[in-house]
C-alpha cells in the first residue's frame, strides 16, 4: 500500500530524517513512535507531502508521490492532526464536507455519507450545525476523523490524534478508533509518543531516534528482543510509572 | 498613445463621468480655466479674471488657491489652466532664474518661447518686503533691513515658498549677511498671526498686505535694493487668443488700473471687512471698469453639499481602487516572500513621501484636479491594505493551513475557502485604517485644486476665519467617522 524507499529530509545543515525505507501492507496499522525530535512527525508529513523529501521516494498503491499528483494523492489519504486543525470559521458538517463539496460531489451523496460518518464515530447528526469551538476536544477529534474519511481514503494518517485529549477520554476514545479501523480496514499510519497506546494500536510499531529507525516490529519483539539499549530504555521510562502506581495500590 | 496619454485619459474619463466637470466634458463651448494662489490678492484678481470672461459671455471656472507658484505654472504650461495673476518678479527671479532676464522684453520674449503671454502690468508692484511689529522696532531702533544684523536673537518666520523662493530668504541672508539662526517657514498668513502673538520678531510681507496696517507693522527699507520688481501682470496661454478673444480683450482692460492703494484696500475689504471675494471682484470692476456683474452667490448649504460630492468623490475612487490592488498584492506577498518584501517596502516608503510633495510631483504627469489628487490618495491607501492582508493571512495557524493542503484542496482554493475568511478580520482593519487616512489626507487635494472640505479650510486658514476652517473640519471629521462606523458594521455582519 505504501512504500518509503530511502526519504530522507535535511533542514540546512540538521538531518530531520536519515534515509529511511518503510513499507506498511494494506490493512496495517503502523505506529511510528520516539521521544521528541526523533523524525516521526517528519516521516508522516512526507508522506502527506506537506515537506518533500531531499532523497527518496514515496510509493501510495504504487503511484510515486509526486508534485504535480499530489492534490490527487492526498483524496486518497486522510489526516488528523493533535488539535483536529478544524477550520474555526466553518461548521462542523463544512468542515466534513469541505473537499466533497469542492469536488462537486452530489448533494444527497454528501448528505448521505455525513450521516454515515456521524453514525460511525457516534456524534448526533444536529451537532453538525456547530461550530469546533462549540464542542469538547474529543468531539473535534470525532469531526476530524469524519473529515478525514470523507471521500474513502486508503490511507489514514493520524499525527498524535488524541495528544491533546485529557486520560479518561483519551482511553475511550482509543478502543472506539480501533475498532472504527478494524471496521473499516483501513491502512493506518500513526504517530504517537505514548508506547501504551502504540502498542494498543500497532501491528508494528517503527521506534525512532534522533531522525533515524531503531527498530521495527510487534510491540512483543520490541519488549524481548531489544535491537539496541534505547529501545529498552524508552520503554522501562513509560513503563515505570505504572509500577510504581501498582506499588501504592498493594 | 502612450501609458501617460492613456492613465491621464482613463483617470479625466471616470472623473467627468462623476462629476461632470465643465472643463473636461466633451463637445462643450470653450470654457477658460483661471487660477490663482493661495492668499487673498491671488484669488481676488482671479475672481475678477473669471467674471470677465464670464461677462464675455465664455463659461469659466476659477481654481482658487492652488499649493504655491510651481503648481500654477506647471498647470499653465499643461493647459490646465488658461490664465493666472503672476508677478513679473517672481517669473524673473524664480521661475524664470535660469534664463537670467534682465528686461520686460526679454521675459516676453520667453515667455513666448513657451507659448504664454502677459498683459501690460495691472498697475502696483506687490514687491515683497520685511516687517516687523512697530513698537518693536522702535524699541530697537530699527528702519533698515541691514539694522537686523546687530540682533541675532531676533526669530523669523517666513511664508513657505520665500523660505526656498531664489528671491527669497537665502538671497536676503546672503546680501545682507544676516546671523539669525532660528527662522521658521510656515503658512504667509499664519506668519501675520505669529507676530501678533509675540512668538515671531520678523516676517516677509507683500507690501499690498492689508494686515501691514491692520496688525501697525512696520516695513523695514531694502536698503541694500534686494527685492526686484513685482509688478502685477496676467499671465495666459497663447493659444487663449484664438480660443476666447473677447476674455483676453477684457482682461488686458485691467493692465494700468489698480494701483497699490486700490489694492491694498480691496484686500482689506475680504481679509479684514469679511466681504467674498467674488463680491470685492465684481464692484471693482463694476466701478473702473462699468461692467455690471452680478456675483454668484452660492449659500452654505450649497457649498457644503458641493465639497461633501467632491471630496466622496476623492475617497470613493480612490480607497476603491486601493481595496482592488492591495488585497491582491498582500496575497501576493504572502505567496512569494521576495516579492512581499519588496512590495512592502515600497509602498511602506510611498507612505513616507509628504502628501504636498506627492500632489505636486503628479502635477506634470495628471495636471492639476481631481486625477492627481485621485492617484495621490490611492497610493497612500495601499499600504495598510497590503499590511494587514499580509498579516491576517501569515498570522494563520499553521495547523490550519496544512490540514487544507493535507485535503487535497489547491493553493487558489485555500485561499478562497480558508485564507481570506479567517484574514477578513485583519484585512477589514486594514480598509477602515486607509479609509480613515483618506478622508483625512483628501481635505489637502484643494491645494492642487481637486476641492473637497480642504477648500473651506485653506480658505478659512487663509482668512483667519474658524467658522469656514470649521465647515471644511467638521465634515472631514463626521465623514471619517461615518466611514469608521460603515466597515465596523460590515466586521460586524461578517462575524456574525
Known amino acids: 500500500m505504501l512504500t518509503l524507499s530511502r526519504v530522507s529530509k535535511r533542514y540546512n545543515d540538521t538531518t530531520a530524517l536519515a534515509p529511511t525505507d518503510l513499507q506498511v501492507a494494506a490493512g496495517e496499522t503502523v505506529v511510528l513512535i520516539g521521544p521528541s525530535g526523533c523524525g516521526k512527525s517528519t516521516l508522516l508529513r512526507l508522506i502527506v507531502g506537506l515537506i518533500q523529501p531531499n532523497t527518496g521516494s514515496i510509493f501510495l498503491g504504487g503511484e510515486q508521490l509526486q508534485p504535480d499528483n499530489l492534490h490527487d494523492l492526498r483524496q486518497r489519504m486522510g489526516y488528523v492532526i493533535q488539535e483536529g486543525g478544524l477550520f474555526p470559521h466553518l461548521t462542523l458538517r463544512d468542515n466534513v464536507t469541505v473537499m466533497a463539496r469542492y469536488m462537486r460531489r452530489d448533494f444527497d451523496w454528501i448528505a448521505r455519507r455525513l450521516a454515515e460518518l456521524a453514525q460511525l464515530v457516534r456524534l448526533p447528526l444536529e451537532l453538525m450545525t456547530r461550530y469546533p469551538w462549540e464542542i469538547s476536544g474529543g468531539q473535534r477529534q470525532r469531526v476530524s476523523l469524519m473529515r478525514a474519511l470523507m471521500l474513502d481514503p486508503d490511507l489514514l494518517l493520524l499525527d498524535e490524534p488524541l495528544g491533546a485529549l485529557d486520560p479518561m477520554i483519551r482511553y475511550a476514545l482509543q478502543q472506539e478508533l480501533k475498532s472504527i479501523f478494524e471496521k473499516l480496514g483501513k491502512t493506518v499510519v500513526m504517530v504517537t509518543h505514548d508506547i501504551a497506546e502504540a502498542a494498543f494500536f500497532g501491528h508494528r510499531l517503527v521506534l525512532m531516534r534522533e531522525g533515524r529507525v531503531v527498530q521495527t516490529g510487534p510491540f512483543k519483539a520490541l519488549a524481548q528482543t531489544p535491537a539496541h539499549p534505547f529501545v529498552t530504555q524508552f520503554i522501562e521510562a513509560q513503563r515505570r510509572p505504572m509500577e510504581q502506581l501498582a506499588k501504592v495500590l498493594q | ?496
Not at chain 2, 528702519?143 to 544684523?149: E, P, Y
Open chain 2, 1 to 496: 498613445m502612450n501609458i501617460r496619454l492613456f492613465v491621464k485619459m482613463l483617470l479625466l474619463a471616470a472623473w467627468a463621468t462623476t462629476l461632470a466637470h465643465p472643463t473636461h466634458a466633451a463637445g462643450r463651448p470653450v470654457t477658460v480655466s483661471i487660477g490663482s494662489k493661495s492668499f487673498t490678492e491671488s484669488v481676488i484678481l482671479g475672481e475678477m479674471l473669471r467674471q470677465l470672461a464670464q461677462r464675455a459671455g465664455i463659461n469659466a471656472i476659477h481654481r482658487r488657491q492652488l499649493g504655491g507658484t510651481r503648481v500654477l505654472w506647471n498647470a499653465l504650461r499643461n493647459g490646465d489652466i488658461d490664465a493666472y495673476p503672476e508677478y513679473t518678479g517672481t517669473l524673473m527671479r524664480e521661475t524664470l532664474a535660469r534664463e537670467n532676464l534682465q528686461t520686460e522684453t526679454q521675459l516676453k520674449q520667453t515667455l513666448a518661447a513657451r507659448g504664454l503671454r502677459m498683459t501690460r502690468p495691472l498697475g502696483f508692484n506687490n514687491s515683497y518686503a520685511i516687517g516687523m511689529k512697530k513698537t518693536l522696532a522702535e524699541r530697537l531702533k530699527l528702519r533698515k533691513i541691514s539694522d537686523l544684523r546687530a540682533y541675532p536673537e531676533l526669530v523669523f518666520g517666513f511664508g513657505n515658498e520665500f523660505m526656498d523662493r531664489a528671491d527669497g530668504w537665502p538671497g536676503l541672508q546672503q546680501t545682507y549677511h544676516l546671523p539669525q539662526k532660528n527662522v521658521r517657514g510656515m503658512d504667509h498668513d499664519l506668519a501675520y498671526r505669529g507676530i501678533e502673538s509675540g512668538s515671531l520678531d520678523v516676517t516677509d510681507l507683500y507690501v499690498t498686505d492689508a494686515e501691514i496696517s491692520y496688525y501697525n507693522l512696520r516695513v523695514l527699507e531694502d536698503n541694500l535694493d534686494y527685492f526686484p520688481v513685482y509688478d502685477a501682470v496676467i499671465l495666459y496661454r497663447a493659444d487663449l487668443e484664438q480660443r476666447a478673444p473677447e476674455a483676453i480683450a477684457l482682461f488686458k482692460k485691467l493692465a494700468g488700473r489698480i494701483n497699490a492703494q486700490t489694492m491694498r484696500e480691496l484686500n482689506a475689504r475680504v481679509k479684514l471687512n469679511g466681504e467674498s471675494e467674488a463680491e470685492v471682484a465684481a464692484s471693482f470692476l463694476q466701478a473702473n471698469l462699468a461692467l455690471d456683474i452680478a456675483p454668484q452667490a452660492k449659500n452654505t448649504w450649497q457649498q457644503l453639499w458641493r465639497h461633501t460630492r467632491e471630496h466622496l468623490v476623492l475617497v470613493g475612487i480612490s480607497l476603491s481602487a486601493a481595496i482592488l490592488v492591495a488585497i491582491p498584492l498582500g496575497i501576493v506577498a504572502v505567496r512569494h516572500a521576495h516579492v512581499g518584501q519588496i512590495v512592502l517596502s515600497i509602498a511602506g516608503l510611498i507612505q513616507t513621501i509628504p502628501s504636498l510633495a506627492l500632489f505636486v510631483f503628479l502635477i506634470p504627469l495628471l495636471g492639476i484636479g481631481g486625477p492627481p489628487a485621485v492617484v495621490a490618495l490611492f497610493l497612500y491607501s495601499l499600504l495598510p491594505i497590503i499590511r494587514n492582508t499580509h498579516a491576517g493571512i501569515k498570522g494563520i495557524s499553521p495547523a490550519i493551513v496544512e490540514s487544507a493542503q493535507a485535503l487535497g484542496l489547491p493553493s487558489r482554493a485555500i485561499l478562497r475557502i480558508v485564507e481570506l475568511p479567517l484574514a477578513t478580520g485583519s484585512i477589514l482593519a486594514g480598509i477602515k485604517t486607509s479609509a480613515v487616512i483618506n478622508v483625512g489626507t483628501a481635505t489637502l487635494a484643494a491645494l492642487i485644486g481637486a476641492g473637497g472640505y480642504g477648500q473651506p479650510i485653506l480658505t478659512g486658514i487663509r482668512l483667519d476665519d474658524i467658522g469656514l476652517i470649521l465647515q471644511g473640519a467638521v465634515p472631514a471629521a463626521v465623514l471619517a467617522l461615518l466611514v469608521q462606523g460603515v466597515f465596523e458594521l460590515i466586521e460586524r455582519r461578517l462575524s456574525s
